[in-house]
């Protein structure tokens, strides 16, 4: 699903945050990313979103080499992946559903499919019923739910998350994980970006560890 051939990335004026990264992950795998601070987690995430662009290296994404994608083509790439936030950046001047539609609308699809597919996403995340809230009268768990559903909306075949339970205690961010796992369990690849130790220890899976820009360890779990 996810191919890293030899990426870099230097930052105009900066360092290279990235230096030669190769990784795969297959489709339906779920993987932690790991690493100091500074390390290029967030780099490298960016680079799948086409938020930046390697100065050196391929990245393919569903068998697209990101290179050679055309301008009209980035709107559907980005379809393709959701993306969850630690401050999971919701619209706070409206309402749960409107945040969960936006993907959609900017999408085009017209109001009953929408309608639809904010209701299964908001039912995958455990908060059907709250669609005509507003994010700050809901918990920190539940917001951050929010912003999961809003990038599941599209179901999106690969889910990047970058330190999404940066804001949660322990047992909110299991939560969370255990929402993770589902999306996996039903084929979503899922790449998860987070400096939360103890809560990879907690979880029996691959992780990828950073370190000033390459990589450090590949650690699979079998
Ligand atoms: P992490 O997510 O692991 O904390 P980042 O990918 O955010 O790491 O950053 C990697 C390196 O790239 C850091 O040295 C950071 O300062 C630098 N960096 C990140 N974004 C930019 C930018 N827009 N311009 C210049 N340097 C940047
Ligand atoms: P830019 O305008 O910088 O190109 P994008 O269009 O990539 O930014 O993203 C704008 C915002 O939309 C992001 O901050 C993110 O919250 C959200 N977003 C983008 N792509 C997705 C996605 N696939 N799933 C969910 N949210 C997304």
Redesign the pocket.
Known sequence: MVRFDQVAKRYSGGKEALAGVSFELERGEMAFLTGHSGAGKSTLLKLM???ERPSRGQIFVDGQNLNRLTPSQI?YH????????QNH?LLFDRTVYDNVA??LL?AGYNHMDCARRVRAALDSVGLLGLEGRKPVELSGGEQQRVGIA?????K?ALLLADEPTGNLDPDLSEEIMDLFMRFQQVGVTVLIATHDISLIESMNKRRLILEHGMILEDRHVF
């Open positions: 979103m086409l938020m709107p980005r379809r393709k992946i959701g993306v969850v936030f950046q936006l993907p900017i809003r990038a599941v909306v599209n999106p």
